[in-house]
């Protein structure tokens, strides 16, 4: 019984820990070139979240020269449910330090920084568009449902930080059908993948290094408690 209720409870933590890591920051710095990162995204308006609105971004650093910072991206809009459909047309983020410029290619080349997102999302550091407009709402321009627009893109800092934090993760959807009074809806980060250069393994949330590290004593406890258990004396007639 105890055996049982110990792999029960080791199971059950396993699956907690072994979920999607929440939403964190980015931290990255020399050692973490050729590493990507992937960040989904739900999808709401007015406070509410918009079932069938998602998005995916894959960020890959590809180099630092002194104060720039240089990304590919691969932006997906993974929008799917009976009759939804919507149009991607940006994507933000914010640094730390904060940059002084940044320029982007590809299907989202057009920048803007220090600018307000929708929803109340409020400022951000900078955003990325598809078509050239006054706000980080991007109202032309974009990937519709079951699209990929990759390209890249490059963050200057004042000076030449030894590392960078990206947090805060968000994309716009615009041209939204399907979904009753809405047209225009932002997506939030909701989890956070990491892959290593050295192999493209993913990197494992801290949680999972504990798991196993509990699932060793809880294995080494049994196996000790079975060693001390006195033997069972032999039935008398």
Do not use: H, W
């Not at 990507?36 to 079932?51: L, N």
């Not at 999302?121 to 991007?138: E, Q």
């Amino acid at each position: 019984m105890l055996k049982r209720a110990a792999l029960t409870t080791l199971a059950a933590m396993a699956a907690v820990f072994a979920s999607p890591a929440a939403a964190e920051p980015i931290m990255l710095d020399a050692g973490n070139i050729g590493d990507s990162f992937t960040i989904d995204y739900d999808g709401f308006a007015d406070g509410q979240t918009i079932d069938g609105l998602s998005a995916t971004t894959v960020y890959t650093l590809t180099g630092i020269n002194g104060d720039t910072y240089e990304f590919d991206y691969a932006v997906t809009n993974t929008t799917s449910g009976s009759g939804i459909d919507s149009r991607i047309s940006s994507f933000a983020f914010n640094t730390d330090p904060d940059i002084s410029s940044a320029s982007s290619t590809g299907t989202f080349n057009f920048v803007l920084s220090d600018s307000n997102y929708p929803n109340g999302i409020g400022s951000v550091d900078v955003c990325f568009k598809a078509a050239r407009t006054n706000s980080c709402a991007g109202n032309r321009g974009g990937l519709m449902a079951g699209e990929t627009g990759t390209g890249s893109l490059s963050l200057q800092f004042a000076s030449s930080p030894t590392s960078i934090t990206l947090d805060d993760f968000f994309v716009r959807y615009q041209s939204i059908t399907g979904v009753n009074g809405i047209t225009s809806a932002s997506g939030k980060q909701t989890s956070t993948s990491t892959s290593s250069s050295s192999g493209g393994t993913p990197v494992p949330a801290p949680g999972i290094l504990g798991i196993f590290a509990l699932a060793l004593v809880g294995l080494g406890f049994m196996r000790r408690r079975r060693r001390f258990e006195p033997a069972l004396a032999p039935a008398t007639a």
